[in-house]
């Protein structure tokens, strides 16, 4: 290349051929890279103040070298501006305030330009080569490719491509997989990102999308969509449970995958390392679904909480250790697989929640409604749990209770009443003591419970409140199924324990604003 400016024109075309085929990029980024070289060491020549351009005919090899001169009356920059009469004898109908151009003759580069101009050169084609990996891989971030292992540096594997290389991070290796230089591997292309390296090709031989990858390779009816792999969880190396339907009444889906004698399965998980696969029927219940990811535990019953976004799992005694797993991977994988988190509790620790729920649940009514203790377990026997529902039932429904009468009914309700009325007192007492201004209760929504804990938080303001966004004041705390234990716990929002929507936590923080807008319209 140090000789591609000093070339003939034959040889400068022949260069440009064998670099664009060579690094696989366009003929034309090549030709520009050779002009600007060009270009910058005709500056270098004539004077880097110099407007200078250069056209290299990527047919012939011609080379054209000229300059930018603006026409001015009064010519102040000699090395960008001419006067009318010089610049008409350039061209003849030229006029204040055209561009025109000034003829360079072709230079004889030295060795330092040539040197230089070879620098410019590999940069542009380097810089072409990195935009052709990117434009060709990042779109293919998803899909599995086979690769050469070129080396392996620091725990990470670096893989040759063909055209790039990608590296597969310890994190995203299967534990105790040996990988030597040469090997051939399949590896999942899990993103590609712009660096000022050059791109980033990353591979995972972990996810869980490799596996369902591998699946849909070594099964037609996922690849034609038949069935489909609806969730995937994974422990690399040792054991991985996947989910799947069927589209076609007429296909087991679990036999699909199963394949004849287990052969399509087992080719997954050779390939994976003997990493053991459950494959587990999917269902839109959720309840069936746990169930199901479970096995191969059997389970009594399933409490879904709906609001806390977790399950609670009945199993027999004898099924405990089995339904965990070792090191608690059996449940810890089915909570990945359904997306919530899972309590798993033998019949005997179900009773016993039960029986202090049923005990907490009969002494708060017997002593907020001062019944005796034969009524209060009457109602949490009838699945009343908390005041407001006492409070606000229908009358009918009392009454109806066996041994309860239409009076009895009223009674309660106006007992749970007071007793509310009670609670708010109290709540209102702490939130004053607590600081919490008395605007904030004229908000929409908001209980003076709900306003103790604000106050709690640190926010007692209106200012506070509206400064607050919406999900930091009502998300609900999310249970990720894949946090690790030793993981600090992701928060909700203030008031996420109250269960309110994203509409009403709108609303609030909107009538908190409101004053804002008043200061605005009294200072206009």
């Known amino acids: 290349m140090a000789n591609a400016i000093s070339a003939n024109k034959a040889e400068l075309i022949a260069i440009a051929n064998s670099v664009a085929s060579e690094k696989m990029i366009d003929k034309a980024i090549v030709i520009e890279a050779m002009e600007d070289a060009i270009q910058r060491s005709a500056r270098a020549r004539y004077g880097a103040e110099n407007d200078i351009r250069a056209k290299l005919d990527p047919e012939t090899g011609d080379l054209r070298l000229w300059r930018v001169v603006e026409v001015v009356e009064v010519v102040e920059d000699y090395f960008k501006q001419v006067d009318l009469k010089a610049a008409q004898k350039l061209q003849k109908d030229a006029v204040l305030g055209d561009f025109i151009v000034d003829p360079l003759p072709a230079i004889d580069l030295g060795r330092i330009d040539a040197q230089s101009a070879k620098q410019v050169i590999f940069q542009k084609v380097r810089d072409a080569e990195r935009e052709r990996q990117y434009n060709e891989f990042h779109n293919r971030a998803g899909e599995i490719i086979t690769g050469v292992v070129k080396s392996v540096e620091f725990g990470h594997v670096v893989v040759n491509l063909g055209r790039a290389e990608g590296v597969i991070r310890r994190d995203q290796q299967i534990p105790r997989e040996v990988v030597r230089v040469g090997d051939r591997v399949r590896a999942l292309i899990l993103n590609v990102r712009r660096e000022n390296r050059g791109p980033q090709i990353f591979l995972s031989r972990a996810h869980p999308e490799f596996m369902k990858k591998l699946f849909a390779q070594e099964v037609p009816e996922i690849y034609d969509g038949i069935i489909e792999i609806k969730a995937a969880a994974r422990d690399p190396g040792s054991r991985a449970k996947i989910g799947v339907i069927s589209h076609d009444g007429s296909i087991d889906p679990v036999g699909a995958c199963v394949g004849m004698k287990g052969s399509r399965v087992q080719a997954v998980v050779q390939e994976m390392q003997g990493e ?108 009343f749990t908390e005041m407001e529902e006492v409070a606000y039932v229908g009358i009918d429904e009392l009454a109806s209770i066996e041994g309860f009468d239409d009076e009895l009914a009223q009674e309660l309700q ?29 908000m929409p929504h908001l209980t003076e419970a709900m306003l103790v804990t604000l106050g709690k938080a640190g926010i007692k303001t209106l200012d506070d409140l509206a400064d607050l966004a919406t999900d930091e004041l009502v998300a609900k705390k999310r249970v990720d199924p894949r946090r690790r234990r030793d993981a600090p716990e992701e928060k909700g929002g203030v008031l996420a324990e109250y269960g309110l929507s994203e509409e009403v936590g709108n609303e609030i923080i909107m009538a908190a604003r409101a004053h804002w807008f008043a200061d605005e319209e009294s200072e206009a």
């Open 276 to 383: 053991k696969i459950d494959i587990i029927p999917w269902s839109e219940d959720t309840a069936t679904f746990v169930v199901n990811a479970l096995q191969p535990a059997t389970v009594s019953r399933v409490v879904i909480d709906e609001d806390e976004e977790r399950i609670e799992v009945v199993v027999p005694d004898d099924q405990l250790s089995l339904a965990i797993g070792r090191r608690g991977q059996n449940v810890r994988l089915a909570s990945q697989l359904t997306g919530k988190g899972i309590d798993i509790m033998t019949e005997a620790d179900a009773s016993e929640k039960r029986q202090r729920e049923f005990i907490q649940r009969s002494e708060m009514f017997q002593n907020e409604l001062d019944v005796d203790e034969t009524l209060s377990q009457l109602l949490v026997a009838e699945g």
């Open 414 to 442: 106006s007992r749970a009443a007071e007793a509310l009325e009670r609670r708010e007192a109290a709540a209102r007492e702490e939130r004053r003591g607590l600081g919490v201004e008395d605007a904030l209760a004229e």
